[in-house]
């Protein structure tokens, strides 16, 4: 096993191990010696792993005192799965989704656009604030063309999944999305809702998704704390690359 294939492992088995509960939040970690020791590494391989983990946010360095598990992370990946789902893959629990509105109004031009349905069409607005633990994770607004999901304004979504009801009630599945990903800063209402300050930066995140045809089904806008949220992607080399550069003659 070379090196690096050594501290991507110890990592993953760490990161497992911080989900499954072994090492609770604020609990701090084995010493770099200890876990050379229990993994059968050097300690600059454990070191390394570490580093990875303090990187994407699952510990933090306290000089002098150790390593502590932070505050459990959502990994928002490529894959495109309900808010809940993805939470509970990283192994958080008592999820909980709070309605903070829920409203139908006419289409104005810039939702119209994106729904690609007609300015005054009848939208479904939900606002719900997602929970895990009793701590905020995403403050979300989801807006649903109501001509195609009839009577989904009428669903609880305190209790149910907005993509298992479009899937199951309405046989429309979301299949892919665009997706913006920005850092913004908490405005009065937002901080509150999320538990940060005002002004403090957040993830800000708004997405379209499509059915196998093609036609939207939602337009979500969504707020997640930075300290509480990472993004992976998996990206693929294009076929062919053009490496020539043009120069300009000065």
Partial sequence: MTTKAAYLDIKEQLIKQINDGKYLENESLPSERVLSIEFKVSRMTARRAIDEL?????VERIERKGTFVKSKKLVRSGVLSGFGEALREQGLTDITSIVLSNKTRPADTDIAVKLQIDIDSPVFILT?????SG?????????IPLERFPG??????????????????YKIKATTANRH?????????????????????IFFLH???????????????S????????????????????YTFKTTDL
Avoid: W
């Fill in 54 to 58: 303090e990187k994407e946010g699952f």
């Fill in 128 to 132: 719900r604030l997602r929970c895990a």
């Fill in 135 to 143: 701590s905020p994770y995403a403050l979300e607004t989801s807006y």
């Fill in 152 to 169: 989904i304004n009428k669903i609880d979504f305190g209790k149910n999944s907005l993509f298992n009801t479009m899937e199951e009630d």
């Fill in 181 to 201: 990903i920005a850092v913004i800063f908490c405005d009065e209402k937002i901080a509150k809702h999320m538990q940060l300050k005002k002004h403090d930066p």
């Fill in 207 to 221: 997405s379209i998704a499509y059915d196998s045809k093609g036609a939207p089904m939602e337009y979500l806008v």
């Fill in 223 to 242: 707020y997640n704390p930075i300290d509480k949220t990472s993004f992976f992607y998996k990206l693929e080399l294009k076929d062919t690359i053009d």
